[in-house]
């Protein structure tokens, strides 16, 4: 008997945010957020934070949407030899069918400040990160609910 069913692919320590819900987009989503080797969430140490789109794909084939990008098994990879810093990574889950509307919106409130306002200090309250930047990903996040650089 042949199933169809896609196995998990997670390499390395998660939190998994069920249900995110955010004033400024209208849909809940999920959050996953990877931990790198070795992260204690009481000691002093900064990470710094990639913040990803299109979270679904990010880490799992599982709940991938074709092929996974397998940013966990490279992050992993990576710190593991060296190669760069520990780093928390934040992928935001798309809401499926209303994906373009999110990313590429044609009418849009202005409630200011945009996910990152809520995202952002709830990665931060629950993983200890070392930059109040939010980088390209989270810009990205912020533009469907505020296009314009007036603030």
Do not use: C
Not at 71 to 88: M, N, W, Y
Not at 111 to 119: D, F, Q, S, T
Not at 134 to 139: D, E, Q, S
Not at 141 to 147: C, E, F, G, I, K
């Amino acid at each position: 008997m042949s199933t169809d069913a896609k196995q998990h692919t997670l390499t390395g320590e998660f939190r998994t945010h069920e249900r995110f819900r955010s004033g400024f987009l209208p849909h809940e989503r999920t959050i996953l957020v990877y931990l790198p080797p070795g992260y204690k969430p009481r000691a002093a140490r900064r990470y710094p934070v990639l913040y990803l789109q299109d979270g679904q794909n990010v880490f799992d084939k599982a709940t991938s949407i074709g092929e996974e990008w397998h940013v966990d098994e490279t992050a992993q990879g990576l710190i593991e030899g060296g190669q760069i810093e520990p780093v928390i990574i934040v992928a935001i889950y798309n809401t499926g069918e209303h994906r373009i509307d999110e990313y590429a919106p044609t009418k849009v409130a202005d409630k200011g400040g945009g996910i990152a306002a809520e995202l952002v200090p709830r990665i931060f309250e629950r993983a200890v990160s070392g930059s109040a930047s939010t980088g390209l990903g989270l810009a990205l996040a912020r533009t469907p609910v505020h296009p314009h650089p007036a603030t």
